[in-house]
């Protein structure tokens, strides 16, 4: 059981996250004095713009940067535990694309998907049913605080989480008080809460779990702490 960050923009010059090696380091080291065990690189893949083949390319060059990065100079004394993934935004036709499996976590059949900023339909629906069952993955839905103001029908929010959905939260989510309240009825709630910085730099998207796991300790107890924990480890594989 580790303490992972499920959804970060760390890799260096890939997207709108960090710009430079050095940003990098200072994100994860930022994410590390937080407790961060295993860091989870998910840049942006937007299938407008990018072929999966083309993003793999410039994701994995990214990655070995870091990495090599790393290898010179370690991370309090060692070599940091990661994993590289994708954000995928929704797009049209998502859930019959081929090779999409190959955006998800190292070594999983596991897709973190980012939805529409759009009252959701029954498209959407379908795609999210064709992912889980025609390519059998497992779906993490990215920041799932930031959909909801566009849903005024909720049959469709409704019906994706009535599916075998892992909802993701943000740190940012538990800085305000009718934020928290949100993130607080999704965890009673006994969803199956995944937590992630999001973090893209260290200005105004800043590495942000201790602040997110102090709240939920202070409201439900290290217990439920432990069980996020133990449920990204379990989902990502991840035996720490």
Known sequence: MAVIDIHSHILPGIDDGSRDLETTRKLMEEGARQGVEV?????????AQNSISKFLERRDEAYKKTLDMYDKQPLNGKMPNMKVAAEVYYFMGVG?????EKLCYTDTRVLLLEMPFAQWDKHVVRDVEKLIERQELKLIIAHIERYYKFQKDKSFWNEVFSMPVYPQLNGEIFEKFMDRLFAFKHIKADEEILLGSDCHNLKNRKPNLEMARGAIEKKFGRKTLEEIDRRGSKLLGIDQ
């Open 39 to 47: 860091f989870c690189a998910t840049p942006h893949f937007y299938q």
């Open 96 to 100: 019959e694309t081929n090779d999409i």
